[in-house]
Each structure stands twice: as C-alpha cells, then as structure tokens.
C-alpha cells in the first residue's frame, strides 16, 4: 500500500522505502504498540496492519508542545487586539477575562487540540489560570474534559496556574481535588518571587504533585527565579516533574552566572522549556536600539545536560496574535533564532517535550513506542524548511491524523514545453 492512500484509523505493521533520516533508517516495523526489528520475515508477513510504501517520505518523531495556554486560545479579536508587551497583555486579560466563559474556553481549546493532532503534536502541557468572575476553576473542568475526550490520540497535562494575588489555597486545593496534573505559578511577578515559590512548591508537596512554573520571564538580568526553582528542587524524587517556562533573563546575564545555574539546574532535574514565538513578540518593546531578543541560551542549555523542550505558547490571544499549534513553526524559530541545528530543534521539539512531559522516547529505536510522524521531505531541514505540508501521524502504530496540502494554479492549464533535444556547442541542451 502506497502512504499517499493511508486514512486515519488504518493500522501499520511496517514502514518501507522511507528516506533515511536521524536515527531511523528506511524501514521500520511495529507490533505491540512498539517498533520492532524490521528483517525481512516480519516485513514480508504484515501482520496485525498494513505494509507501507513510504518513498519519498521521512519519518520523524511525533511533536510534544510543553506550553500551552488552551484557557485563551484565539481571542485576540475578541479582546480588543492588542498589540504590545506582556504587561499590555496581562492589563487585556484582567479588562476581559471575566466574559470568558466556559464554553468560550472548551471551543477555542478543542480547536487548538485538533489543530495539533493534525500537526504531529501528541502531547500538550497546558497552563490555565483561575478565571476572573463568579466561577474560577471554570478553565480547569473545562480543560479536564478534554483531557478525556482527547485521551489515547493527545496526552494532556493540565498546570493550574495560580496569580499572585489568587493563593493557592482554597482555588488550588479545589483545583486538585478536580484532578489537575501539576502545580503552576508566576513567582517573577509577584512582591516577594522567594516567597511565592516556596509557596507553590510547599503547595505541590502537600499533594505530591510536580510543579511547572513560569520562571524568569522578563530581560532583567536579575531575575534569578531559575536558580532558586533548582535550589528548592533539588531533593525532590527523580519522577516528580520541576519545569521551569521562558527562563529568559539567562540570556541576559554573564556566561560566569549562566553557566553556574545550569549547572544547578541540571543537577536538580529541572527541566527548561523555551517559548520562541511568544517571547520573540513580547519581549524588548523598551528596547528600541540593539533589542533583546527573548530566547534563553539554548546551546549552552543542551550542552549543561538540562532537558530542553519546547512550546507554542499562546496561539491568537492576547499574548501573541500569532501562533496555530503547530510546533513545525516553533522547531524553525529555534533554527532562525535560536541557532540550533534542524535536527536538534526537532529534537528539542519532540523528544525533548516527551522527556520533560514523563512520556517513554519515540526515536524509532526498537522497543519504543510505535508513534512517528511522515514527512513528505528528503531531511529534517527541508521538513522545517517547507512547514511539513504533508504529513500522516502514526500513534501506537495507527494512523491518527492525515494532513495533506492540495494546490493548484492557472499554470496547470497550460501545455507542458516541448522538451530540449538539440544540444549547443557547448554541450548544454536547448
């Protein structure tokens, strides 16, 4: 079978022709909801699926997006189209936040999912606040249903972000008891960062949850959330997820400061997640001259031996215009803006999330999960280079999503131009 025919729900027994690329090769075999060694016996028997012809495509591991905001997804319009800095968008949400409703927030979230299934994405973090008006926590039941709707075709992880005003007391302990996954907060924006970190992690503790927060979100090089995340995490089991979001100030302190926090860091087990798109938008709007850009040093991060993931962020709210749930566009921006190499942005794009997330690897080893992504594309460069239009998404060895791009043109009209034959003096044909 030709993948150009798969459709979602057919199930593969094995891949064939595909275009060798990282660390999978030209076949790959899956049974058990695993890749198994792909010899010759097994390709030939084709059972429990189809055999698949897969020339002139790549397979690539599937995308986890480590940042969402599913609570504010597409509501740029809606809110009044701002245009600026983080804190002209918080300023937005808190003037409208509180007409959100909870079947605003299900729709707009359920379109995000389904945008990232198409993309590749199988696993999305997303962060939710507790919602201005009579009804707080209408964001975490509204986000707890998806995560059962979506379940088995995207895991999704629900951060349950308190402000620094809200306390995660009485919102947080009905927030748990709801079934949120981790603990979430904002300790750069508070009065005292210290202290709003002790509390979300003494919080995270009396519930034996990990804690994913956001960490250092501002140019001010001394901001110092990430070493303190590190500091107060280090004596944690090594199961329970510390995530640090943005991290953005380390890129603009020295290399004798940011190598001794990645250091901590790495040793503490906290894993760094990077947001390109939104904080390429909202960060240094007061810098007219020579602008910051709001990228942590992502090399230097990799090199320290800390986990690097990656996220989208917010997708067409207040925070970012901008954004469709694709992490093909994130892993690009890491290459143009990060000054990762394609193979490492994807890397960082989807194995590095899955790592991050608590999900087993998906690198088309043997014994791992049976989850890729095909690529119509000859490299991983190519893949980021053309956006991936064409792509077929394979969970637990089944085919969940199929993205196709169909063009056409009034070039398709005309008649093709008599081939060349007649050669000229100089070899060349005319």
């Given at each position: 079978?030709?993948?150009?025919?798969?459709?979602?729900?057919?199930?593969?027994?094995?891949?064939?022709?595909?275009?060798?690329?990282?660390?999978?090769?030209?076949?790959?075999?899956?049974?058990?909801?695993?890749?198994?060694?792909?010899?010759?016996?097994?390709?030939?028997?084709?059972?429990?699926?189809?055999?698949?012809?897969?020339?002139?495509?790549?397979?690539?591991?599937?995308?986890?997006?480590?940042?969402?905001?599913?609570?504010?997804?597409?509501?740029?319009?809606?809110?009044?189209?701002?245009?600026?800095?983080?804190?002209?968008?918080?300023?937005?949400?808190?003037?409208?936040?509180?007409?959100?409703?909870?079947?605003?927030?299900?729709?707009?979230?359920?379109?995000?999912?389904?945008?990232?299934?198409?993309?590749?994405?199988?696993?999305?973090?997303?962060?939710?606040?507790?919602?201005?008006?009579?009804?707080?926590?209408?964001?975490?039941?509204?986000?707890?249903?998806?995560?059962?709707?979506?379940?088995?075709?995207?895991?999704?992880?629900?951060?349950?972000?308190?402000?620094?005003?809200?306390?995660?007391?009485?919102?947080?302990?009905?927030?748990?008891?709801?079934?949120?996954?981790?603990?979430?907060?904002?300790?750069?924006?508070?009065?005292?960062?210290?202290?709003?970190?002790?509390?979300?992690?003494?919080?995270?503790?009396?519930?034996?949850?990990?804690?994913?927060?956001?960490?250092?979100?501002?140019?001010?090089?001394?901001?110092?959330?990430?070493?303190?995340?590190?500091?107060?995490?280090?004596?944690?089991?090594?199961?329970?997820?510390?995530?640090?979001?943005?991290?953005?100030?380390?890129?603009?302190?020295?290399?004798?400061?940011?190598?001794?926090?990645?250091?901590?860091?790495?040793?503490?087990?906290?894993?760094?997640?990077?947001?390109?798109?939104?904080?390429?938008?909202?960060?240094?709007?007061?810098?007219?001259?020579?602008?910051?850009?709001?990228?942590?040093?992502?090399?230097?991060?990799?090199?320290?031996?800390?986990?690097?993931?990656?996220?989208?962020?917010?997708?067409?709210?207040?925070?970012?215009?901008?954004?469709?749930?694709?992490?093909?566009?994130?892993?690009?921006?890491?290459?143009?803006?990060?000054?990762?190499?394609?193979?490492?942005?994807?890397?960082?794009?989807?194995?590095?999330?899955?790592?991050?997330?608590?999900?087993?690897?998906?690198?088309?080893?043997?014994?791992?999960?049976?989850?890729?992504?095909?690529?119509?594309?000859?490299?991983?460069?190519?893949?980021?280079?053309?956006?991936?239009?064409d792509r077929i998404v394979i969970r637990d060895g089944r085919v969940i999503a199929v993205r196709r791009r169909v063009v056409s043109s009034v070039l398709d009209l005309r008649a093709l131009p008599t081939p060349p034959s007649a050669p000229t003096s100089e070899g060349a044909l005319l």
């Amino acid at each position: 079978m030709d993948a150009e025919l798969l459709q979602p729900g057919q199930r593969i027994a094995a891949l064939t022709g595909l275009t060798a690329c990282g660390e999978i090769g030209d076949r790959l075999a899956f049974a058990g909801g695993v890749v198994v060694d792909a010899d010759a016996s097994q390709l030939a028997g084709g059972a429990g699926g189809e055999t698949v012809d897969a020339t002139g495509w790549i397979a690539l591991p599937p995308l986890a997006d480590l940042h969402a905001h599913l609570d504010k997804g597409y509501t740029w319009t809606s809110f009044g189209q701002p245009e600026g800095s983080l804190d002209d968008a918080i300023a937005c949400w808190i003037d409208h936040g509180e007409n959100h409703s909870s079947d605003d927030i299900k729709a707009a979230a359920r379109r995000h999912l389904v945008a990232a299934l198409h993309a590749g994405v199988t696993a999305v973090r997303s962060h939710t606040n507790y919602h201005l008006g009579d009804d707080p926590l209408r964001g975490v039941r509204a986000l707890i249903e998806l995560r059962d709707e979506f379940a088995g075709i995207v895991d999704l992880q629900i951060v349950a972000s308190p402000g620094a005003s809200d306390g995660p007391d009485d919102l947080g302990r009905a927030a748990v008891a709801l079934g949120i996954d981790l603990i979430g907060g904002f300790p750069h924006l508070a009065e005292d960062p210290g202290a709003d970190l002790e509390r979300n992690a003494a919080f995270a503790e009396e519930f034996g949850l990990g804690m994913d927060l956001h960490t250092d979100e501002t140019l001010d090089a001394a901001s110092t959330g990430l070493a303190e995340l590190a500091a107060r995490t280090r004596h944690w089991p090594a199961g329970v997820i510390r995530s640090a979001g943005h991290c953005v100030s380390l890129s603009m302190q020295d290399a004798e400061t940011r190598a001794r926090t990645l250091a901590a860091v790495a040793e503490a087990g906290v894993s760094i997640i990077t947001n390109p798109l939104t904080n390429l938008y909202l960060q240094g709007w007061q810098n007219p001259i020579a602008t910051p850009r709001g990228i942590p040093p992502l090399r230097e991060i990799l090199a320290a031996g800390v986990t690097l993931a990656a996220g989208g962020d917010n997708v067409q709210d207040p925070f970012n215009p901008l954004g469709n749930a694709d992490m093909v566009d994130v892993a690009s921006e890491l290459v143009v803006a990060g000054h990762l190499t394609p193979a490492e942005a994807w890397h960082v794009s989807s194995n590095g999330g899955r790592a991050a997330f608590g999900l087993p690897p998906a690198r088309g080893r043997v014994g791992d999960v049976a989850d890729v992504v095909l690529v119509r594309a000859a490299h991983t460069a190519e893949a980021l280079a053309e956006r991936a239009p064409d792509r077929i998404v394979i969970r637990d060895g089944r085919v969940i999503a199929v993205r196709r791009r169909v063009v056409s043109s009034v070039l398709d009209l005309r008649a093709l131009p008599t081939p060349p034959s007649a050669p000229t003096s100089e070899g060349a044909l005319l």
